[in-house]
Structure formats: structure tokens, C-alpha cells
């Protein structure tokens, strides 16, 4: 459920009528975190919003958005194969000098967010990635 701090996994043995609710952490250990109505993964993200909403505030930056989504590469049909989108969704995008800054708070760089970081860069050149060690927020 949204907020909560684990998932509820349930595992099956294949046997009719056997199932097991196993509650399952974050595996980078993040605590999600709801500020203002909005579910963030982790408390530095949570904090980070804070910051960029006093730094809108005083007018270092504007147009603040949460969790904006970004496409990477459209969705297709190969034979009689249909592959998914794939999109990217960052922590927040905001102006910055008259530049756009999207940012990711991040605690550990996966190889898929990796991945998605080159074909955000490659698709999105006018705009900037910002990623924030978590540990500094």
C-alpha cells in the first residue's frame, strides 16, 4: 500500500490452496515517505522536495514538478512480438536559470537506472540530469 515501508509478497508452492503473505523491505533499505500528499521513495527524497520548495520560495528556481515522466523509447511490434515503452520517471524537474534541471536523488546507481540515465541524455540533450547522493541531502 502507498506509504507503507514494505510490500506484501505472496508466494504460492504450486499446491491448491497454500499461501504465505511474506512482507518484503525496500532492498536498498528506503523508507518512503508521504509529504504533502505525495509519495516519495525515500526520506531524502522526501527532504530534498523540502529544499526545492523553499528554494522556489525565494525564487532561485521555478516551476517545480514531482515525479515528471519521460519517454525513452517508444513501444513496438516485432513479429508477432510487442515490446513495452520504456520510460523514465525522475524525482523532479524544475528551472534553473532559464535552464531545465531534472533531478534524481539517488542512494546506490543500479545498472538499469544507469541505462536509463545514457538514453535520458541522448534523448533529452537540452535538459539537464542532476543526480543528488542521497547522503547529501
Known amino acids: 500500500s ?5 510490500a506484501t509478497v505472496i508466494r504460492t508452492s504450486g499446491i491448491p490452496g497454500t ?3 511474506t512482507p ?3 532492498k536498498f533499505n528506503a523508507q518512503p515517505t508521504v509529504v504533502d500528499g505525495i509519495r516519495f521513495d525515500s526520506q531524502a527524497e522526501a527532504r530534498r522536495y ?7 520560495a525565494a525564487g532561485a528556481i521555478s516551476g517545480l514538478k514531482v515525479h515528471p ?3 525513452l523509447q517508444p513501444g513496438f511490434t516485432h513479429g508477432k512480438t510487442t515490446e513495452r515503452a520504456i520510460t523514465y520517471e525522475g524525482d523532479f524537474e524544475y528551472r534553473e536559470n532559464g535552464a531545465v534541471i531534472v533531478e534524481d536523488v539517488k542512494g546506490v546507481e543500479t545498472d538499469v537506472f544507469k541505462l536509463k ?6 534523448n533529452y540533450p537540452h535538459f539537464t540530469l542532476r543526480i543528488v547522493p542521497a547522503k547529501e541531502v
Not at 540515465?117 to 541522448?122: C, E, V
Open 2 to 6: 502507498p506509504g507503507a515501508s514494505t
Open 19 to 21: 499461501r504465505k503473505e
Open 24 to 26: 518484503v523491505a525496500n
Open 50 to 56: 523540502g529544499q526545492l520548495q523553499a528554494l522556489q
Open 69 to 71: 515522466k519521460y519517454l
Open 117 to 122: 540515465r545514457k538514453l535520458f541524455i541522448y
